[in-house]
C-alpha cells in the first residue's frame, strides 16, 4: 500500500488539488505545513532537501518526492482508475483543459487573489490587469458549463479538480461572488461539491494560515 506525505501551505490551491483527489480516491496523506509566507521555499536549504523547483506542493509517495501537479493528477488517476478519460478524445479534453487551467486559470487566479488578499500594499494597476483576464476566463468557463455537467462532459475528472480548486476559497479572498457573476460556473462547484468525500481546502489543509489584508485598502 502506497503511502503518501504532502508538503503543503494551506493557501495553496494546487496543494488541494492533490489533498481533494487523494481524499476522494480514498486514501489518506501525512499533512507537513511549509511556513511558505516564512521564505522557507526560497532557500538552498530547502530547495536541497525538498524540491530543487522551490514549489509547493510536493507529494510523497513512499519516499519519493513528486513535483507539478498536473502530472501527478495524471499519475493518481491512472493507479486508482478514477477521475481520468476512458477513450482517446476524452483524455484529450483532460490534457487541454488542465493545461488551459494550468496556464490560464490557476495561474492567474492564484497570483491575483495572492496580491489581492496576502499582500499588504499590492499595485492597483497590476490587480486590474489580471483582474480583467480572469473576467475573461471565467466568462469562457461559464459559458462550457452551461452546457456540459463538467469540463468534459456528463461526469467528474481529474480537469473539474484543477479547474475548481482556487475558486473554492472563499469570496472574500478570491473577490467574486460566482454565485452572481458566473453562474454555471457556481452551480458545477456545487456538484463537485456533492461528491462523496468532498472537503473544503481549509478542512484538508490545516495548519498556520498567512495573514491577510481587508480589500479594498484605505
Given at each position: 500500500m502506497t503511502t503518501y506525505k504532502l508538503h503543503y501551505?494551506?493557501?495553496?490551491?494546487?496543494?488541494?488539488?492533490?489533498?481533494?483527489?487523494?481524499?476522494?480516491?480514498?486514501?489518506?496523506?501525512?499533512?507537513?505545513?511549509?511556513?511558505?509566507?516564512?521564505?522557507?521555499?526560497?532557500t538552498d536549504?530547502?530547495?536541497?532537501?525538498?524540491?530543487?523547483?522551490?514549489?509547493?506542493?510536493?507529494l510523497e509517495e513512499d519516499g519519493v518526492r513528486l513535483t507539478q501537479t498536473a502530472p501527478i493528477l495524471l499519475r493518481l488517476s491512472e493507479r486508482y482508475g478514477r477521475f481520468g478519460g476512458e477513450t482517446a478524445e476524452e483524455k484529450f479534453e483532460v490534457l487541454r483543459w488542465l493545461f488551459w487551467?494550468?496556464?490560464?486559470?490557476?495561474?492567474?487566479?492564484a497570483t491575483y487573489r495572492f496580491q489581492r488578499t496576502f499582500m499588504p500594499a499590492p499595485d492597483p494597476n497590476v490587480l486590474t490587469f489580471f483582474r480583467?483576464?480572469?473576467?475573461?476566463?471565467?466568462?469562457?468557463?461559464?459559458?462550457?458549463?452551461?452546457?456540459?455537467?463538467?469540463?468534459?462532459?456528463a461526469r467528474p475528472t481529474i480537469a473539474d479538480i484543477s479547474l475548481m480548486a482556487y475558486?473554492?476559497?472563499?469570496?472574500?479572498?478570491?473577490?467574486?461572488?460566482?454565485?452572481?457573476?458566473?453562474?454555471?460556473?457556481?452551480a458545477w462547484l456545487g456538484r463537485m461539491a456533492d461528491l462523496p468525500?468532498?472537503?473544503?481546502?481549509?478542512?484538508?489543509?490545516?495548519?498556520?494560515?498567512?495573514?491577510?489584508?481587508?480589500?479594498?485598502?484605505?
Open positions: 501551505f494551506p493557501e495553496s490551491g494546487n496543494s488541494y488539488k492533490l489533498a481533494l483527489m487523494l481524499t476522494l480516491c480514498g486514501q489518506t496523506f501525512e499533512p507537513v505545513w511549509t511556513d511558505f509566507g516564512g521564505g522557507i521555499t526560497r536549504a530547502w530547495r536541497a532537501a525538498v524540491n530543487p523547483m522551490g514549489e509547493i506542493p510536493v487551467d494550468n496556464h490560464k486559470l490557476t495561474g492567474y487566479m480583467k483576464r480572469l473576467d475573461d476566463f471565467l466568462s469562457i468557463l461559464d459559458r462550457h458549463l452551461a452546457v456540459h455537467d463538467f469540463a468534459i462532459g475558486l473554492s476559497f472563499p469570496n472574500e479572498e478570491t473577490g467574486y461572488d460566482l454565485s452572481a457573476a458566473h453562474p454555471a460556473v457556481h468525500g468532498w472537503k473544503h481546502p481549509y478542512d484538508l489543509l490545516p495548519g498556520k494560515r498567512l495573514p491577510q489584508f481587508p480589500f479594498p485598502r484605505s
